[in-house]
């Protein structure tokens, strides 16, 4: 199975600047990915037909022996879309279709869990001190600046602690770019267990897209 795995990535690289399957390469990998988690019993809802349709969608596409020979300018990739497309017009397209839904839920689920744990981490990291900064570094790691609990100085003295966050647990809910990383943690950081400095909660941002306000002075 790993093979064949590995054969339906190939094939899908091959085919992902082709005109006629172009609009078929996500139908084809939400079809390996539901096979995937059918065998592994992480998705139950799976019904024997899907599973029959899916295999002869796959197994035809990567028949070395087409109904049109592939060798023929894209005539090769006419036959399989019309196989495939047939088999999603029989009654595939909604098992998929329910099958992102649950993905969906899945990863919103797990968004939130990822997100409860990371603010009881960062809690335990700020400790005792009030938090006047965040920031994700180049290096993306959580700088935080911490200070004084109840300190009204101005500017406020201010240490630095970094905070090392699981890029291979957010990859794995599809959050890996800068603009999903801030996101992710513009929310993380509204969470009302978090004790801000007297100048309130402060925005999350990047570090390389912003200095330190003048508001606060670094006493590491």
């Avoid at 570094?137 to 935080?144: G, H, M, Q, S, V």
């Amino acid at each position: 199975m790993e093979k064949f795995l590995e054969k339906v990535a190939l094939w899908l690289e091959k085919i992902r600047s082709t005109p006629v399957l172009g609009s078929l390469v996500e139908d084809l990998i939400t079809m390996t990915q539901l096979v995937s988690d059918c065998l592994k019993g992480i998705y139950e809802e799976l019904p024997r037909g899907t599973v029959i349709g899916i295999l002869a969608a796959l197994f035809y596409a990567f028949s070395p022996v087409d109904l049109i020979l592939d060798i023929i300018p894209f005539a090769g990739y006419l036959d399989d879309a019309a196989v495939i497309s047939l088999i999603l017009e029989l009654g595939l397209a909604r098992d998929l279709m329910q099958y992102r839904d649950w993905k969906r839920q899945k990863r919103l689920e797990g968004i939130e869990v990822c997100r409860r744990d990371l603010v009881l981490e960062l809690l335990d990291a700020i400790g005792d001190n009030d938090l006047a900064a965040a920031y994700l570094t180049e290096d993306r790691r959580i700088r935080l600046l911490l200070a004084k609990p109840g300190d009204l100085s101005r500017p406020l003295p201010c240490r630095t602690r970094y905070v090392a966050i699981d890029e291979a647990r957010l990859a794995a809910l599809d959050l890996s770019d800068w603009e999903q990383l801030g996101d992710f943690f513009s929310q993380l950081f509204r969470d009302s267990r978090f004790r801000w400095s007297r100048f309130g909660r402060q925005p999350f941002r990047p570090e390389y897209a912003c200095q330190i306000d003048d508001a606060f002075v670094l006493v590491d």
